[in-house]
């Protein structure tokens, strides 16, 4: 029996997302690449966040009807066609000249939602333009860091509302970078030409001075991070419902639900900020169990397969996000790169609901994940 035929060609040796992965490592400057697929410190949570969606065993049922099954899912109110969205990645034009541009019609023309990032390479307007052209198209949303002049905060989400966004995804785990060896050893730096445009006109972040004693993180740069006070502020200030991107412990879960937002994304910055915390796979279930069945819950880090989308559903998500799989696309084919990603991604994802006797994304409950711990009897 054969499987889902080829629809996207792109090299006959690019046949799964690790194989994208693979080539494009070999083809981005040690700049980008370390910036792309680097992580913090010993890189023990990047590893992990791939490593934890293997180590899941699906529990399929057979002999189970799927005629007329489907990958659709809601999300605010919209339907998809699948759970698959695009994940908020800075500098893309770093991977390809075509940048972000590339990605949101690759995106759009396969249904998948997209986040773009605040620190993008290419406008805002210029990807909501084209994006938002395509009737087929998933959600998109906009990724916000708060900047420490919250007018100039306010003036991007005007400018969001304004071309067409539809949510706002407000990432909370990154106050400060995290410890980056791979982009330390390379020396990494933002080549001629690429830039976070949407953020021109900020004014440099005001130096303060120090006490004999103090610390320029504590002291200084962290004065102006976000606090729960400012996703009240957020809210107040906006007309796009507010999503909350790097939860990973139950009870800012629970305070985020409290808080009001639409939804929070499990997330651990792809292992880019704190070292060593949980992956993905492992706090999913503990946050969908701490907010209810009802919460929109998304998540990120580590899918490469159409059995870790399912999976995560199975564990409580309402969607999926990935990001350096469509680095590594857009680096080998541009938008057709994207695309080949997506479309391999939602294959296998089918594939794998038909093998385990789901027809849809409803049906793929904790029950599909092989228990590990023995049955008692």
């Known amino acids: 029996m054969s499987t889902i035929p080829e629809l996207i060609p792109v090299a006959p040796h690019l046949l799964t997302l690790a194989d994208h992965e693979r080539q494009a490592h070999l083809d981005l400057d040690a700049n980008a690449l370390a910036y792309f697929s680097g992580g913090a410190a010993d890189e023990i949570t990047l590893r992990a966040n791939q490593e934890s969606w293997g180590q899941l065993q699906l529990y399929p049922r057979v002999l189970r009807s799927v005629v007329g099954g489907h990958t659709r899912v809601s999300l605010l109110g919209r339907e998809l066609a699948h759970p698959i969205l695009l994940a908020p990645v800075a500098f893309q034009r770093m991977a390809h000249a075509d940048g972000e541009l590339a990605t949101a019609l690759a995106a759009s023309m396969q249904g ?39 007018a100039f905060t306010q003036t991007l989400i005007r400018r969001a509302e304004d071309a067409g966004y539809e949510a706002l995804v407000l990432t909370v ?4 970078s995290g410890a980056r060896d791979r982009e330390r050893r390379a020396g990494f730096s933002l080549p001629a030409g690429v830039s976070a445009v949407n953020l021109q006109g900020l004014s440099p ?3 303060r001075p120090l006490a004999a004693g103090q610390s320029a993180l504590f002291d200084s740069l962290m004065t102006s991070a976000p606090t729960w006070d400012d996703i009240a502020w957020l809210q107040s200030v906006t007309r796009l419902p507010v999503l909350l991107k790097g939860i990973l412990h139950e009870d800012d ?8 937002v639409a939804g929070i994304i499990v997330s651990n910055h792809g292992g880019r900020t704190l070292d060593t915390v949980p992956a993905t796979a492992a706090a999913l279930p503990r946050i969908r169990a701490a907010v209810g069945p009802e919460f929109l ?7 490469r397969r159409g059995t870790d989308v399912l999976k995560a559903m199975a564990l409580g998500a309402n969607a999926i996000l ?33 093998l385990s006797g789901c027809a849809t994304l409803a049906e793929a409950t904790p029950a599909l994940i092989f228990p590990t711990r023995p049955v008692s009897r």
Do not use: K
Not at 173 to 176: E, F
Not at 253 to 260: D, H, I, K, N, V
Not at 297 to 303: C, F, K, N, R, S
Not at 322 to 345: S, T
């Open 112 to 150: 998948a939602g997209m986040v773009l990032s605040t620190q993008a390479s290419m406008s805002l307007e210029t990807i909501a333009d084209a994006y938002l052209a395509q009737p087929q198209r998933g959600p998109l949303w906009f990724q916000l860091y708060l900047q420490h002049d919250r």
């Open 173 to 176: 785990d990154a106050p400060c």
């Open 205 to 207: 972040f005001p130096a």
């Open 253 to 260: 879960a629970r305070l985020a639900q409290q808080a009001g």
């Open 297 to 303: 819950v998304l998540a990120d880090g580590g899918i």
């Open 322 to 354: 990935i990001g350096r799989p469509v680095v590594y696309g857009l680096r080998n084919a541009g938008a057709m790169g994207v695309a080949h990603i997506l479309r391999l991604l939602r294959d296998e994802l089918e594939i794998a609901m038909a």
